[in-house]
Nanobody, 115 residues
Framework: QVQLVESGGGLVQPGGSLRLSCVAS????????MYWYRQAPGKERELVAR????????YYTDSVKERFTISRDNAKNTLYLQMNSLKPEDTAVYYC????????WGQGTQVTVSS
């Protein structure tokens, strides 16, 4: 079964940190680009970050640059998103994503930033 499963979301105060994880199964994880997306209430889903198969190339949307870090551990088939200096506008459901013959999404994990 090909799937992605996110975890690590929760409630955090502004300025705090969270680390999200996404465990992949059913495909050769190390050969695939991986992505983090997020969707806030009433907003369209947006790309947050992207990482190459080796981890050598990354991309971040402007709003999270210098605050978020995408990484991966191919030996554990796991994708990570380290989120620091969180802001209320980061509140959203966060999804990991790839394309394995067809689009593949995780179930999402809720991140709420509120004082």
């Amino acid at each position: 079964q090909v799937q992605l499963v996110e975890s690590g979301g929760g409630l955090v105060q502004p300025g705090g940190s969270l680390r999200l994880s996404c465990v992949a199964s059913g495909f050769i994880f190390s050969t695939y680009l991986m992505y983090w997306y997020r969707q806030a209430p009433g907003k369209e889903r947006e790309l947050v970050a992207r990482i190459s198969g080796t981890g050598g190339s990354t991309y971040y949307t402007d709003s999270v640059k210098e605050r978020f870090t995408i990484s991966r551990d191919n030996a554990k088939n796991t994708l990570y998103l380290q989120m620091n200096s969180l802001k209320p506008e980061d509140t959203a459901v966060y999804y990991c994503y790839t394309v394995h013959f067809r689009p593949l999404w995780g179930q999402g994990t809720q991140v709420t930033v509120s004082s």
